[in-house]
């Protein structure tokens, strides 16, 4: 199959190179010509530990109209900040029946990207948002990633739903981990992202200002983990309230990653392999606050405030984030406003699905 890959940081690299050994013609897109020229030169990535191989390149290019041409299957892994504005590159260079997957969407992506290319391309294009990311990775340096876990399942969905099953055979005849969700609300309200990241940073602000090294996962403790598990409850509770019953978190760790030991979160979050050794970010403007609140916690609280459930935590980890980093996450954010759902109650909302 012919496909593209959008974003080569490591979640890019790492899907590029496993692809390409399964088989498939992959290429490779980086808007930025220089992060990728290693890559470029040498057309391949090479993956240790979980997965291990060389994945072999069709095309590494930062080039958009290159990169998506003929492309059967179009994945991204760009950070969801960058969604919109991908979508409106990419509108006038897609063609008749191409598949785009968000990995992930995090919270409310494929309606996102789906309003913002179909205002600009009248194509028939397949929409759809994975939960997560496959792989637990590193690049260690351009074309070569640490593969430290593969998730065993990973759900997905397609705007409209009526195209999810289309969507789901493409994707599982390259590989076969995703799994149907019913919608892509379902997808959005399992950002466990949003739930593990930002807070254990907010927790962590004065050490990593003060360039105190720590593993982000391993260096887990019981207080944060039982926190995490407070914050999640808000979003179980949004779930409830638009019909749902979502998995806690920490179900959802046992669920994506096999043998996973441990009694509660803590321990599930300090054993698991697929976290080991992974070192928390060295300053406050990472992706764990500038992609997870605004396109994580911010969209929960508003569909939170849309179903009349009430999420102190979470609009506090919003207030104090946006203090600490002196930003305003409404302004682009995913607010109901920004992606034109603020008229819509909660029925409406749900049979647009």
């Known amino acids: 199959m012919d496909i593209t890959i959008i974003g080569a940081g490591n979640g890019g690299q790492t899907m590029a190179g496993h692809f390409a050994m399964l088989g498939h013609k992959v290429n490779l897109y980086n808007r930025t010509h220089h992060k990728i020229a290693p890559i470029m030169a040498q057309k391949s990535i090479l993956l240790n530990e979980a997965i291990q191989g060389i994945g072999y390149l069709h ?23 960058a969604h919109r504005e991908l979508a409106e590159k990419i509108a006038p260079l897609v063609s008749e029946g191409q ?37 637990a990775c590193r690049a260690e340096m351009p074309g070569q990633v640490r593969v430290i876990g593969v ?5 997905l969905a397609a705007y409209p739903c009526s195209t999810t099953d289309h969507v789901i055979k493409v994707i599982n005849s390259v590989y076969s981990c995703f799994v149907k ?8 309200l399992e950002n466990t992202g949003a739930i593990l990241h930002p807070s254990v940073i907010m927790f962590n602000a004065a050490a990593i200002e003060r360039g105190q090294r720590f593993y982000f996962y391993n260096d887990m403790t019981p207080a944060i983990a039982d926190f995490l598990e407070q914050i999640d409850n808000e979003r179980l509770q949004i779930g409830k309230a638009f019909g749902l019953n979502l998995r806690s978190v920490s179900d959802w760790v046992s669920y994506a990653y096999s043998n996973i030991k441990g009694d509660n979160l803590c321990e599930k979050i300090r054993d698991n392999p697929a976290y ?20 994580g916690v911010l969209p929960y609280t508003e569909l939170g405030h849309l179903a009349g459930v009430k999420t102190p ?6 207030h104090i984030t946006q203090a ?22 909660v029925k409406v909302f749900l049979d647009q699905l």
């Open 181 to 188: 969700a019913d919608n892509v609300l379902v997808t959005s």
């Open 313 to 318: 935590l979470m609009d506090s980890t919003l």
């Open 99 to 135: 598949i785009i997957i968000l990995n992930p969407g995090r919270t409310l992506g494929a309606i996102e990207f789906a309003k913002t290319i179909r205002g600009l391309t009248q194509k028939r294009i397949y929409i759809a948002e994975a939960q997560s990311l496959i792989y």
């Open 324 to 345: 600490l980093l002196k930003m305003d996450f409404r302004m682009k954010g995913r607010t109901l406003h920004n992606l034109g759902l603020d008229k819509m109650t």
């Open 59 to 81: 095309t590494v290019t930062s080039n958009l109209a290159e990169a998506v041409d003929g492309a059967e299957l179009i994945m991204v892994t760009t950070t969801a900040d």
């Open 276 to 295: 080991y050794k992974i070192l928390a970010p060295y300053t406050l403007h990472n992706r764990l606050l500038l992609e997870d609140i605004p396109t």
């Open 151 to 155: 998730k065993d399942k990973v759900p």
